[in-house]
């Protein structure tokens, strides 16, 4: 069942080992079927020289498992209730990158300070609320992806113009129309975390890039009249 689909998750979540995301067992990928409704991820805490397509895993999205013998990602849930949130998302990935990580635990969005940033996320990356014991408690893999969607819509973000945030002491999904690009997009956000980090280190009063600028930038790779890049 879904064979390409497991061989291409699997890839992307060795992509994520390669580009230096995830060390141990800290991360995982996956992807969706919409015509069938089914996504598959990785199986929980399996290291990534025992992953292959074979043991990837299969679930619906009430969170049963449909084919696999082995437990998925203990994020499966946050994985699903954005499915379920954003009909745009073919792939999400999930990582415990260092910088990233850093501005999940001080609570603050990611500002956009230049280009690069703006090349690929239109505007701050945002950094969700924390979980209270009630959500916790009630559920927390699924409450995750609940404020990340509640993140989201409160702010009037939408998904495909800004494909990633930070949970709030906890850290990074990013997403994209399908596995591949979400890697991409998790590997864009660890970089300009870094580079937003250190621009925070040599002025701490630095100012985001101008909106001009971020439009521009944006724009020019995402707008309708996109030139960046070769057609077809």
Not at 103 to 112: H, R
Not at 153 to 166: A, C, E, N, W
Not at 190 to 212: C, F, G, L, V
Request: proline share 6%; glycine share 10%; aromatic share 8%.
């Amino acid at each position: 069942m879904l064979e390409e689909l497991k061989k291409i998750v699997y890839q992307a979540n060795m992509d994520i080992l390669r580009h230096g995301l995830v060390v141990l067992t800290w991360g995982n990928v996956s992807g969706i079927d919409r015509e069938k409704g089914l996504m598959v991820i990785k199986p929980s805490g399996v290291a990534y020289d025992q992953l292959s397509p074979d043991n990837m895993v299969v679930m619906d999205l009430n969170g049963k498992r449909v084919e696999g013998e082995l437990n998925p990602s203990s994020d499966t849930e946050t994985h699903i209730e954005l499915y379920k949130a954003f009909p745009q998302l073919g792939g999400i990935v999930h990582t415990h990158s260092t910088y990233a990580v850093a501005w999940a635990q001080a609570g603050e969005d990611i500002p956009c300070y230049g280009t690069t940033h703006a090349d690929y996320f239109y505007g701050a990356v945002p950094c969700t609320r924390s979980l209270t014991q009630q959500e916790i408690d009630e559920g927390y893999e699924r409450n995750t992806g609940k404020i990340i969607v509640e993140t989201f819509r409160s702010r009037g973000i939408d998904p495909v113009h800004v494909p990633g945030v930070i949970c709030r002491n906890h850290g990074p999904f990013a997403w994209g129309k399908d596995p591949k690009q979400a890697v991409y997009h998790a590997v864009v956000l660890e970089e300009i975390s870094k580079m937003a980090a250190i621009t925070r280190d040599i002025n701490a009063h630095a100012s985001p890039a101008p909106q001009h600028i971020q439009d521009k930038h944006f724009m020019r790779k995402h707008g309708p009249n996109a030139y960046y890049g070769q057609k077809g």
